[in-house]
């Protein structure tokens, strides 16, 4: 993009930014354009997260009720309603609902309707007829079915036997036979926090849409005595929740309104306020079953029944209610209501627009002119400041163990007199690592200026661990090392590998990269000689692997009994470590699978094994998730082995070597994963994904190539 692009880009924005910042949050002349029509009040479901199935059953507003309701000045603009419950389809008088707001509503443009789907014969009844009400006149009917897990998982949130199954039978009937948009609900509590992943792996699976969400404390559904379940998740669950919205947004969600919504509530986890907007501001308003009026479903109070007074006098009379809720509940609801930008989100869109036309390997003179202008980070003067940037808010537990040993070298070195600044692509991620590995440090994020302004003032910048390869993303280190070395300060390669390399331009950024560098230390011979091919004057250093050193320190504190487990530490074999079309790739990738699968087979028989277990090396979505392609590879290869387990949850480095320290053999994938093995004198096998990269290198230098084995003998 040039500079007069750029300008265009800025000028179009800030008009936005602009139009936003006029905008009124709430205007007492504003007519909803979207309905929460909560048609009946009472439900078949036994929700964990809600308590509306104990209301008692009573007289709910009438077709011609509802009709005469409807018809009030205060809904002339409506466009949308959303038919909800309790659930809807008890009521035998579905489908004439939806005639009395298609007659109500001449400037309807959407129905809609979300079904728990339990008595699925009564359901499709019903949508049946509401589908052809709609097509008939040409009104746009979508429909949604509440899914909260895969099988049991489902069953037991929802306080029904067999209601998964309803569930899917009744979502494909709707999307394939009568070709309705359907799309899934879930809602995460406490009870299914760690089951959402499963829910996405087989919604990807079976190529079905669904959108999810936080319990929240919501009025109609008179839940504020279930705390115990609703926003109540301790550290590790939030933790997880944070890797499963960012795998959403990343992975299955397209739309940018609802990934602006998982955003929200991503930054609602960890202790913020909520980004997104919401339509009931303005555009929105609930109407319950027997005419009430309110101004939104979580956490407004009934203003009113439009059965007995005129909506639009219920609807300005009571604003002070809607004030209200902003003021005490709209910055702390999670509920996902959609809504389009805020100024704020706006502001924030145009900062990360701005950073990364800096922050790239093609800029480097827009990044020294930032960097001169910029101020500089703070720091303790009485501690000597060491920046640590790299791969990190991507970590793996190698990733983890790498921190952990470079830091250690450092401690000791300094005497412990050592300020750590750590810089990360995700700063969540890191924040967790630096609790789990008990260090004092600042996360400051690689993706804003943070990362010029302590490359500038730090006494040390580091390119801590993991490999320099062909990724986007060196523009981290590579600026980083620029701005350090323009302001005088020392940088340091420590521990890195290098390559694989397969493209000139970040090829060309590598060996930028090595030239500025004060001090290269090298985590096997194979990087040392490929360091030395580019005849630099400085000499390198073969320090190998600084996981090395933190994992020897574990070992020595974390005491296991041995059990008849064989462990694995697979992941998903990628195209980058292959040299040769992706046609042939993909055969020999499934060809690898099923020898891989052989492989575990035979050694759990060879070693009479109770037990066989998935570990993994990494739990994000940035790297993908080990988690998943155990899901997949259990389900194609183990589905009915009885002694195969998987470990849903997160992995430490502790957990990881208690794992391995446990189990009579490990078969390891992940590169971190071998070394952990070897390091922790475990018997092991280590499968050559790299193909005579780094996993080949790592077992040559210790002399353990015995361990090897190579993709064309499992594939073969």
């Known amino acids: 993009m040039n500079f007069l692009k750029i300008l265009k880009t800025i000028y179009r924005l800030g008009k936005d930014l602009y139009r936003l910042r006029q905008k009124k949050a709430l205007d007492i002349n504003a007519k909803p354009s979207v309905l929460n029509l909560n048609i009946i009040d009472s439900c078949n479901s036994k929700c964990t997260m809600c308590n509306i199935w104990k209301q008692k059953e009573e007289l709910e507003i009438t077709p011609q009720q509802l009709e005469t309701v409807l018809r009030d000045p205060l809904f002339s603009e409506l466009k949308y309603v959303g038919v909800t419950g309790g659930e809807p389809t008890l009521r035998e008088d579905l489908p004439e609902i939806y005639s009395a707001i298609i007659e109500a509503v001449p400037t309807i443009r959407g129905l809609s309707i979300i079904t728990n789907a339990i008595e699925d014969h009564d359901v499709l009844d019903r949508i049946k007829k509401i589908k052809a009400i709609c097509d008939e006149k040409q009104v746009h009917f979508a429909a949604m079915v509440s899914i909260d897990g895969v099988g049991k998982v489902h069953d037991q949130v929802r306080g029904v036997k067999g209601n998964f199954e309803t569930a899917i039978k009744v979502f494909k009937y709707l999307e394939d036979e009568l070709k309705i948009p359907t799309s899934f ?326 060996e930028q990269i090595l030239s500025i560098s004060d001090d290269v230390k090298l985590r096997d011979k194979d990087s040392l000689s490929k360091y030395n091919a580019y005849n630099f004057k400085a000499e390198a250093e073969l320090f190998g692997d600084p996981a090395k050193l933190y994992v020897k320190a574990r070992d020595n504190q974390i005491n296991v009994t041995k059990e008849k487990v064989l462990s694995c530490f697979l992941r998903d074999w990628t195209y980058q470590y292959f040299d040769g079309d992706e046609d042939v790739f993909q055969d020999k990738k499934k060809r690898l699978e099923l020898g891989i699968a052989k492989l575990i087979k035979q050694e759990a028989q060879r070693l009479n094994v109770e037990r066989i277990e998935f570990h993994h090396m990494h739990n994000f979505v940035m790297g993908n998730d080990d988690r998943d392609f155990s899901r997949y590879f259990i389900e194609t290869y183990f589905s009915d082995d009885e002694r195969v387990t998987m470990n849903k949850k997160l992995s430490t480095v502790d957990s990881i070597i208690e794992a391995m320290k446990k189990s009579e053999f490990n078969i390891c994938m992940r590169f971190h994963s071998v070394l952990f093995a070897h390091t922790l004198n475990t018997d092991f096998l280590a499968i050559d994904y790299t193909m005579g990269g780094k996993i080949y290198a790592y077992l040559k230098d210790n002399n353990k190539l015995e361990s090897l084995i190579a993709v064309e003998s499992l594939t073969n």
């Not at 070195?413 to 004092?440: A, D, M, W």
């Open 185 to 510: 609900g879930c809602t995460i509590s406490k009870i299914n926090a760690w089951d959402a992943d499963d829910l996405l792996y087989y919604a990807k699976k079976n190529n079905m849409y669904g959108r999810f969400r936080i319990a929240e404390t919501i009025n109609r559904l008179y839940n504020h005595n279930r705390g115990k379940v609703i926003r109540n998740f301790d550290a590790d669950e939030t933790y997880n929740l944070l890797l499963f919205f960012e795998k959403l947004k990343v992975t299955y969600e397209k739309n940018k309104t609802f990934k602006r919504t998982y955003s929200s509530i991503q930054n609602m986890l960890q202790g913020g306020n909520r980004l997104i907007g919401c339509p009931y501001h303005n555009d929105g308003i609930v109407l319950g079953s027997k005419g009430q009026i309110s101004y939104c479903a979580p956490k407004s109070k009934e203003i009113g029944n439009g059965v007995e007074s005129s909506a639009l006098d219920i609807y300005k009379k009571n604003f002070q209610e809607k004030e209200r809720i902003i003021k005490e509940h709209c910055n702390d609801c999670i509920h996902d209501y959609h809504a389009p930008i805020t100024y704020n989100e706006r502001r924030s869109e145009i900062a990360e627009l701005f950073n990364t036309k800096i922050l790239n390997i093609k800029h480097v003179k827009r990044a020294h002119l930032t960097a001169k202008f910029l101020k500089k980070g703070e720091t303790d003067s009485n501690r000597y400041t060491v920046f640590i940037m790299g791969w990190y808010g991507t970590e793996t537990v190698g990733d983890k163990a790498i921190l952990g040993g470079i830091v250690s070298d450092y401690n000791e070195k300094y005497n412990n007199k050592v300020e750590f600044i750590i810089g990360s692509l995700y700063p969540f991620i890191t924040e967790r690592t630096c609790e789990e590995l008990n260090l004092e440090a600042k996360v400051v994020s690689t993706k804003n200026l943070d990362l010029l302004r302590y490359a500038k003032s730090a006494d040390e910048t580091v390119m801590g661990g993991g490999p320099l390869m062909d990724l986007e993303a060196l523009y981290v280190p590579y600026l980083g090392f620029k701005i350090a070395k323009a302001n005088g300060k020392k940088t340091t390669v420590f521990g890195c590998g290098i390559g694989p390399l397969k493209h000139q331009r970040y090829s060309a950024v590598v």
